[in-house]
Nanobody
């Protein structure tokens, strides 16, 4: 099991940037594929980005491609979501998630695939 704590959310104007962090505890971080999801008010939680265990494979939702960058530092047990050119429609609670997997190059878009979740961090983008 991996315990996850997000940080870095806040209020930013449209066009601005934020960097979310997700700190993981436990010895299985390097054995976990990681993902970022978000949930806007009144909407279902949706996939944002995912990264494989080694970081060599990455995937993004079309809505954030070219603006968001996911990365991980296995030595620090932390992974990140750099968010640039933010838009009001990016406003949501952002969640990080971990999935222990034997496949070092796999990433996962389906939230049902993940084993552990953080508590979420609010991102608000004003117009």
């Amino acid at each position: 099991q991996v315990q996850l704590v997000e940080s870095g959310g806040g209020l930013v104007q449209a066009g601005g940037s934020l960097r979310l962090s997700c700190a993981a505890s436990g010895r299985t971080f390097s054995a976990s594929a990681m993902g970022w999801f978000r949930q806007a008010p009144g909407k279902d939680r949706e996939f944002v980005a995912a990264i494989s265990r080694t970081g060599d494979n990455i995937d993004y939702a079309d809505s954030v491609k070219g603006r968001f960058t996911i990365s991980r530092d296995n030595a620090e047990n932390t992974f990140y979501l750099q968010m640039n050119s933010l838009k009001p429609e990016d406003t949501a609670v952002y969640y990080c998630a971990a999935k222990i997997t034997v496949f070092i190059s796999n990433y996962y878009r389906d939230e049902g695939a993940y084993d552990d979740w953080g508590q979420g961090t609010q991102v608000t983008v004003s117009s």
